[in-house]
Nanobody
Framework: QLQLVESGGGLVQPGGSLRLSCAAS????????VGWFRQAPGKEREGVSC????????DYTDSVKGRFAISRDNAKNTVYLQMNSLKPEDTGVYYC?????????????????????WGQGTQVTVSS
């Protein structure tokens, strides 16, 4: 079965950290650019961070720069999002998605694009 599966979400206090994982099965994630997106209740989905297939190009939305770090381990068919100094406004469902041909910056700037694969999402709640 061809799918992406996110994990690592949860409830964390403001200032805390979480690491999300996006694992691919049934296909080689190393051929794909991957993005992390989030959607808060009542808000549109937004691009959080994206990474090229090789990992050499990354992109972040301004609100997470300096706090979040995207990385990938193609040998493990997995992409990660390290989230530090979390704020309540980071709360939402986080999704990962993969695209074979969409450039990284274009992927993050256009969360409504029909990308090749989407995960089911993992909830992140930042609250005291």
């Amino acid at each position: 079965q061809l799918q992406l599966v996110e994990s690592g979400g949860g409830l964390v206090q403001p200032g805390g950290s979480l690491r999300l994982s996006c694992a691919a099965s049934g296909f080689t994630l190393g051929y794909y650019a991957v993005g992390w997106f989030r959607q808060a209740p009542g808000k549109e989905r937004e691009g959080v961070s994206c990474i090229s297939s090789s990992g050499s190009i990354t992109d972040y939305t301004d609100s997470v720069k300096g706090r979040f770090a995207i990385s990938r381990d193609n040998a493990k068919n997995t992409v990660y999002l390290q989230m530090n100094s979390l704020k309540p406004e980071d709360t939402g469902v986080y999704y990962c998605a993969a695209s074979r041909f969409t450039p990284v910056q274009e992927m993050c700037a256009n969360p409504s694009y029909e990308l090749d694969y989407w995960g089911q999402g993992t909830q992140v709640t930042v609250s005291s």
